[in-house]
């Protein structure tokens, strides 16, 4: 009777942690696919971490803009101590992946880890100053849709 039991009891525990581990499986954080359509459009950063600094926290920070328009051109706008800085350039999507040719030679790339078409997270793949040298070494944003 006892081996029944710790059967029973032993089976019962294997069936209650497959429920657990399939529950995070089932649940949906509404990510859809990123396409050249739902990415234009003009994005807040709402925090910005280039080698563990973020600098949307930092003193004089005011606001920082992505605006993405459909003939893949874009501008950056950032306020910072009450004057605005405004970037140019051409953009690309290949995949998970959103690549800023900025007019100055830079050339950021994000990975997209999670888009739902109003919010993205992205982690930095590479940020290539005008000499096509590592600017950073790592990198993450989170970006949300105006």
Not at 66 to 73: A, E, K, L, P, V
Request: contains cysteine; negative net charge.
């Amino acid at each position: 009777m006892k081996k029944l039991l710790h059967t029973f009891l032993a089976v019962l525990i294997i069936f209650t942690a497959c429920e657990e581990e399939e529950e995070p499986n089932n649940s949906s954080n509404d990510n859809i696919s990123v396409t050249d359509q739902n990415i234009i459009g003009v994005w807040d950063i709402n925090s910005l971490v280039y080698d563990g600094i973020n600098y949307t926290t930092v003193p004089g920070f005011e606001s920082a803009a992505y605006i993405i328009n459909s003939d893949n051109t874009f501008s950056q706008n950032v306020i910072f101590n009450g004057d605005l800085d405004i970037d140019y350039g051409n953009w690309d999507l290949s995949g998970s992946d959103f690549i800023l040719y900025y007019n100055t030679e830079e050339e950021l790339r994000w990975s997209i880890d999670s888009f739902n078409g109003s919010t993205g997270s992205l982690t930095l793949v590479h940020y290539l100053n005008d000499d096509g040298n590592d600017e950073y070494t790592s990198g993450a944003a989170m970006i949300v849709k105006q």
